[in-house]
């Protein structure tokens, strides 16, 4: 398959199930592959496979769906879908450097659930289930139910903290992933989070188009448009999750007027490389998606083989920005560890700076210079008529 052209998931493994299951969510989800025994039904393992699928019990789970299985090339054990959902041993080596809370979340949580870090914007955690189970996810620790904690997050006092802090104009739901809850329960959160006077936006941060785009019903989008300005960030690292049927998913989404950003994760043998990046970001466009952050993986326990370097993600938008349409090139960003936040990474265009001049460089490497404006405005002697 290219990676620019759109393919459908349907059938793959599933040639028996009827168009109708396939397209039920809730049969998606029923027939997850959840255990080693499904995943060697499909694939043939190797050896750091099959010893990290075993460990799945104490970290993070092992989920995926049918549809998402569908785009892993069995044949391939170096597939960037299954790098991405397929556990290996390797997950189980921690470097010095790897934290279980990388973005320092748990210290920024003044109700539990509720993260406050950013001074005019929250995180709220709104469950802990996702469609699939990311293995580089920042939120491991919560996510999925079988990691060393809890996700219990305290919707009552999140709504008391919201209410008084009038400084916070910005919600954003998270997880796990928000459009897993139920039309109805969702709704009861967008409704509460909007009735309060300050709130100006609600985002949700969610990976069902990708992983489970059957979710995305008519009804849900009818559900959500009622709660406008409601903005929604996809998560997608590889041009082949764009199928037929995530495309159509985020077109709904798009008709129902919610303006659509893609966070992607830099991953080793995933999405490393300029021309599955471009491919991406291009593919991204077409799905009417804004390519927003392309983030640095956090210091998760156990992804130094899933990270790559800040070097090749710096070389990376250096051969996006100027080579493609200006939509297409994210913003390149790494949390600061610990807590930090977003901090931003660009590649340097500035070759040299003088006081009256800066010495540029164009995405062909091209030099130009441009000259500083004096901050100070120059009087003119225009007015010695007066004397
Ligand atoms: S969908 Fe998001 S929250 Fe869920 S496992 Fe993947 S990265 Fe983590």
């Not at 028996?16 to 080693?36: A, Y």
């Not at 569908?70 to 960037?80: A, K």
């Not at 620790?141 to 009038?166: C, I, K, N, P, W």
């Not at 994210?330 to 265009?349: E, S, T």
Request: with cysteine; hydrophobic share 35%; glycine share 6%.
């Amino acid at each position: 398959m290219s990676n620019r052209t759109f393919t459908a998931s349907y059938p793959g493994h599933w040639r028996d199930v009827s168009p109708d299951d396939w397209n039920n969510w809730q049969w998606q989800l029923r027939h997850r592959i959840s255990t080693l025994e499904q995943l060697e039904q499909h694939l043939t393992l190797t050896r750091e496979e099959r010893a990290g699928t075993l460990l799945t019990g104490s970290k993070l789970a092992l989920g995926i769906t049918p549809h998402f299985f569908n785009l892993i090339d069995r044949h391939d054990p170096n597939c960037p879908i299954r790098r991405q959902v397929v556990p290996r041993l390797e997950e189980s080596a921690y470097a010095p450097e790897e934290m279980a809370d990388p973005c320092g979340e748990d210290r920024h949580m003044p109700v539990p659930g509720l993260v406050h870090r950013y001074p005019d914007r929250v995180l709220l955690l709104v469950t802990d289930r996702c469609a699939s189970y990311c293995r580089y996810c920042t939120r491991s620790r919560v996510v999925s139910g079988v990691g060393e904690q809890e996700l219990a997050t305290d919707f009552e006092a999140a709504f008391r903290y919201l209410a008084r802090h009038e400084e916070v104009r910005d919600v954003l739901f998270s997880g796990g992933d928000p459009l897993l809850l139920s039309d109805a329960r969702l709704e009861n959160l967008l409704a509460r989070v909007r009735a309060i006077p300050h709130i100006q936006l609600v985002r949700i941060g969610s990976r069902v188009p990708i992983f489970l785009p059957q979710r995305v019903t008519p009804e849900l989008c009818a559900m959500l448009k009622k709660y406008h300005p409601l903005w929604l960030s996809a998560h997608t690292n590889h041009p082949k999750e764009l199928t037929i049927e995530a495309r159509d998913a985020l077109g709904r989404l798009a008709d129902a007027g919610i303006p659509l950003g893609n966070q992607s994760v830099l991953l080793k043998g995933v999405n490393n490389d300029a021309k599955t990046l471009a491919a991406l970001c291009q593919k991204l466009l077409q799905c009417r998606v804004r390519p927003y952050y392309l983030y640095q993986c956090d210091l998760i326990r156990g992804s130094a083989h899933l990270r790559a370097s800040i070097r090749e993600g710096l070389d990376l938008i250096d051969q996006l920005r100027g080579h493609t349409t200006g939509y297409a090139v994210p913003q390149y960003v790494v949390d600061g560890p610990g807590g930090g936040g977003k901090i931003p990474l660009n590649p340097n265009y500035i070759v040299a700076r003088t006081e009256d001049r800066y010495v540029l460089r164009n995405y062909r490497g091209d030099i130009y210079e441009y000259p500083e404006q004096n901050p100070e405005p120059v009087v003119l002697q225009h007015n010695r008529w007066k004397d």
